[in-house]
């Protein structure tokens, strides 16, 4: 995998961002992705390419179809692409059922599952030996909601993690003899700027008593399993989806 590139969607902050210098440190070149704050992208590059490694900053609001073309473009004119972690993601205000409007739904529906499914889409065309690549690696983030549904908060949040695990196992099987591997990580609490959308910035401390580790987890935690993956010491691991979640 040494200078192949990894594309990292949302990869300007929180996991994203330290998944993106993980990756950089073992070799990769990287694709940074992000949808609005160039800034964040922008300090991500600087900081892999003072420790020599390789980066550029791409916007591209998984939203958009036009935006996902335009990013693996400017991946192909980077290098061979080798890795894709869909990590870009979003929640959204804590509340039930009875208030959450249709545009937020396909909202959340359109950042967590479809964007996903279409990054995902373009880099079998690239890494696929059906269509003459050399083989890869697509991470999906997924999340503990996937398992507890997330009452109260956020279930429609919670629905599009499930999706993306089913994503996971179907998507690994179709392609397991093509010299592509699929997998996921579930994230536990992480201490990212995530928790800000729901309301509460703070929730990640809040709650890390719950935890059975007593404590929320770290991006870097998130990142270290997302780059083994990532990497030929996973190389028999395909739809498989790993917990990363202090036993949550
Ligand atoms: P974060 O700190 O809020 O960072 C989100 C990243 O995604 C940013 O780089 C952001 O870009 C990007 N992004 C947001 N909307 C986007 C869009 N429409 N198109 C492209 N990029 C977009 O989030 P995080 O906590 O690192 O979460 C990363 C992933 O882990 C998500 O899939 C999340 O669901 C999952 N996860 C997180 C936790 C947790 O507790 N933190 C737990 C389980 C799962 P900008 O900088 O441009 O805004």
């Not at 995998?1 to 950089?24: E, F, L, N, P």
Request: proline fraction near 2%.
């Amino acid at each position: 995998m040494t200078d192949r590139v990894a594309i990292i969607t949302g990869g300007s902050r929180g996991i994203g961002r330290a998944t993106a210098i993980a990756a950089a440190s073992r070799g990769f070149r990287v694709c940074v992705g992000y949808a609005s704050n160039e800034a964040a992208a922008i300090s991500v590059v600087s900081t892999i390419e003072a420790k020599n490694g390789k980066a550029i900053a791409i916007k591209c609001d998984v939203r958009k179809e036009t935006d996902i073309l335009a990013l693996f473009e400017a991946a192909d004119k980077f290098g061979t692409l080798g890795a894709l972690v869909n990590n870009a993601g979003i929640v959204d205000k804590a509340s039930r059922i009875d208030e959450m409007s249709a545009e937020r739904l396909q909202r959340m529906m359109a950042i967590n599952v479809i964007g996903s499914i279409l990054c995902a889409r373009e880099a079998v065309k690239r890494m696929s030996t059906r269509h003459n690549g050399k083989g890869g690696v697509i991470i999906n983030l997924s999340s503990v909601a996937a398992k507890l549904g997330s009452p109260n908060t956020y279930v429609d949040y919670a629905a599009s993690k499930g999706a993306i695990d089913s994503f996971t196992i179907g998507l690994g099987y179709e392609v397991a003899a093509e010299g592509i591997r699929v997998a996921a990580i579930r994230p536990g609490l992480i201490d990212t700027e995530i928790h800000a959308l729901s309301g509460e910035p703070d929730r990640a401390h809040r709650l890390g008593h719950t935890v059975p580790m007593k404590r929320a987890g770290t991006a870097d935690e998130i990142a270290n399993a997302i780059v083994w993956l990532m990497s030929d010491n996973a190389s028999y691991v395909t739809s498989a989806i790993l917990d990363v979640s202090g036993g949550r």
